[in-house]
């Protein structure tokens, strides 16, 4: 779960750029450049980010690390209820990555480009409003242990008796894997539901670019303001 809060909150992680500069004949380049890195977003493409964006935000230490981890989600998962990512069902794997992709499209809802400037220093700023399905500074405050924890309690009473055969005949792991594989795709619903229900929020930010190579990159962003409720999404690019 700390992976999906940490995916959540990526966007508010980056280092503070002011808005400078005068344009220039790249401006066109640094906006499609932007362009291409918002709509892999807004698609919940990870691999059409990377293309617009500096590779080392993906490093472990990186500021996009988590959209990186994102694509291991399964193993998070694993680890949480301590087994093995090879002990994961196909069923349950499929559950947890149809969580993370539908988070992933949810994200960013909409998005436009209000200013787009080259400095003296080369450097493109990209000034944006950004429309987030739900909150990032939300989603860490959700508490789903104690909902998690009776469902499975509720769950493994009425199921009691078939989930002792199953252990004396296949043992742990074949009653982990039942459990995961009636109890995850609830679990994740309601967790998704938590996470919607802290409302969408729109926010301005300014993302800096580099020419890398002939290439423009986006190297950072940040927000220049907090999130404010939105009554709806932002006008698309």
């Known amino acids: 779960m700390k992976k999906i809060v940490l995916l959540a909150l990526t966007l508010s992680l980056f280092v503070m750029i002011p808005l400078a500069g005068c344009g220039s004949d790249n401006t066109a380049d640094i906006r499609a450049a932007a362009e291409g890195f918002m709509n892999a977003m807004q698609e919940g493409d990870i691999e059409g980010m990377k293309a617009y964006s500096d590779p080392s ?20 998962f694993a680890e949480a209820v301590g087994v093995s990512v090879d002990d994961l069902s196909d069923k349950t794997k499929a559950e947890i990555q149809g969580f993370t992709d539908n988070l992933m499209d949810k994200l960013v809802t909409s998005y436009e480009i209000t200013d787009v400037t080259e400095d003296a220093d080369g450097k493109g700023r990209v000034a944006l409003n950004t429309t987030f399905g739900f909150d990032p500074d939300k989603v860490d405050d959700i508490d789903m242990d104690d909902e998690t924890e009776k469902m499975v309690t509720e769950y493994t009473e009425k199921n009691s008796a078939e989930l002792m055969q199953i252990y004396q005949n296949g043992g742990e792991q074949a009653m982990m894997n039942k459990i995961l594989d009636d109890l995850m795709g609830d679990i994740l619903q309601k967790y998704t ?6 409302g969408e929020v729109s926010q301005e930010s300014v993302m800096l670019l580099e020419n890398k190579d002939g ?19 932002g006008s698309e690019d």
């Open 57 to 76: 935000l993906y490093e472990e230490d990186g500021d996009l690390a988590a959209f990186a981890q994102i694509e291991n989600i399964d193993e998070s």
């Open 193 to 198: 539901d938590a996470i919607m229900a802290t």
């Open 215 to 233: 290439k423009w990159l986006v190297v950072s962003e940040e927000p220049t303001d907090a999130p404010e409720d939105a009554d709806e999404g």
